[in-house]
């Protein structure tokens, strides 16, 4: 099955600055990876995915790009503040209707 | 759109009795729904995939006697953890697509806290 590994688990940034969370994974039948933001307690809320056919996708203050022949994508927030503080969570499907989500990203932005 | 609604958001039972969650896609219909379970500062482990109309479908290591699932309806998927124990406290989550495509969204209830006495 599937395997996503996600790196780094905690993450510090200061306001204004670029945070990056980056995902492997495994089966190269993948070919549409989400990303999650979780606030503590509530559900994970889709922020952007991208699909195999295309390498980067831009959205506002968040983008992420996809090689898919390192099996790799990441998360880029630009200009963070401290509403962007949570947890992220990278996912990708093995080209079926299943998800397996990373391990999780905890985001915090220092004021 | 895509809108999934969970019931009840926490639940406080004794050890050995059972508990339903509910899930319901609001503003569409879902043949298939996926049941999480998230325990504390942990990802999302995929319990077993809901399917209207048959048998759940369960993931290595989740005990289907224990997790009864029932998706009788298009809207309607419940989770009964029956006779809990504490080891089953954790955060049941629920998720559906709006459409028909493996490369689309999981649209997430809001999760039901589960705590075990």
């Known amino acids: 099955g599937e395997n996503v590994e996600q790196h780094p688990s905690t993450l510090s940034v200061q306001e204004g600055d670029s945070a990056v969370i980056k995902c492997t994974y495994s089966?190269?039948?993948?070919?549409?990876f989400p990303w999650y933001k979780q606030e503590l307690g509530k559900r994970p809320q889709l922020i952007i995915d991208?699909?195999?056919?295309?390498g980067e996708k831009k959205d506002q203050r968040i983008a992420v790009t996809l090689n898919k022949t390192a099996k790799h994508f990441s998360l880029h927030i630009t200009e963070t503040q401290p509403e962007d503080s949570a947890v992220y969570f990278c996912?990708?499907?093995?080209?079926?209707?299943?998800?397996?989500f990373g391990t999780g990203t905890r985001l915090t932005i220092i004021p | 759109g895509a809108v999934v609604s969970q019931h009840p958001s926490w639940v406080i039972c004794k050890s050995g009795t059972s508990v339903k969650i509910e899930c319901r896609s609001l503003?569409?219909?879902?043949?298939?729904m996926f049941w999480y379970r998230q325990f504390p500062k942990q990802s999302l482990m995929l319990m077993a995939t809901s399917n209207e109309g048959s048998k759940a479908t369960y993931e290595q290591g989740v005990e289907k006697d224990k997790f009864l699932i029932n998706h009788a309806s298009l809207t309607l998927s419940t989770l009964t953890v029956t006779s809990a124990h504490p080891e089953d406290s954790s955060f049941y989550i629920c998720?559906?697509?709006?459409?028909?495509?493996?490369?689309?969204?999981?649209?997430f209830g809001n999760g039901t806290r589960l705590t075990v006495t």
């Open positions: 089966d190269s039948a993948s070919n549409y």
């Open positions: 998720s559906a697509r709006g459409v028909v495509s493996y490369n689309s969204p999981l649209h």
């Open positions: 503003d569409f219909q879902a043949t298939t």
């Open positions: 996912a990708a499907n093995s080209g079926n209707e299943k998800l397996t």
């Open positions: 991208i699909r195999s056919n295309v």
